[in-house]
């Protein structure tokens, strides 16, 4: 897939997510972002139904945001299989990404809502395979307002 629709695709992922979650009410984000690796392994990638993690209630009371990055496989329907988490991180505002810490207050949020997730099945010579190694990064900020 040319680097310019796989852009298209990753815009119009974050904004379906980000606008359920505004639907919603909720006054925060939890950005789903398919992480590059994922997208050059597999090209035919293409989520079908994506959960929304909860926010943790004692992160937005104090504040806390952070990401969770997690490696998964899916099995011949596309169900999500064996995650593993990667790298968890938290910080409190003004600090940033770069400067997180180790933390899992995130890590049950982001494990729940990708057990829900599913995908297109990928098809090898007719049959659906199951595939390995598939790596997404779910991002937990609280909004500006």
Avoid: H
Avoid at 118 to 132: D, F, I, M
Avoid at 133 to 141: E, K
Wanted: include cysteine.
């Amino acid at each position: 897939m040319p680097m310019q629709a796989r852009s298209f695709y990753y815009r119009v992922l974050k904004s379906l997510c980000c606008g359920v979650l505004a639907v919603a009410g909720i006054g925060l984000t939890a950005q789903i972002l398919l992480a590059a690796e994922a997208a050059a392994k597999y090209p035919g990638l293409r989520p079908m139904v994506v959960v929304p993690p909860e926010y943790p209630a004692e992160a937005m009371a104090s504040n806390l945001q952070g990401y969770v990055a997690l490696e998964f496989g899916t099995d011949e329907m596309g169900n999500v299989i064996n995650p593993t988490v990667k790298e968890s991180c938290a910080w409190r505002p003004p600090a940033t990404r770069e400067t997180c810490t180790a933390d899992t207050t995130f890590v049950p949020s982001a494990l729940a809502a990708l057990a829900q997730w599913k995908y297109a099945p990928q098809v090898e010579n007719g049959a659906s395979v199951p595939r390995q190694g598939v790596v997404t990064i779910l991002q937990f900020q609280l909004s500006d307002d």
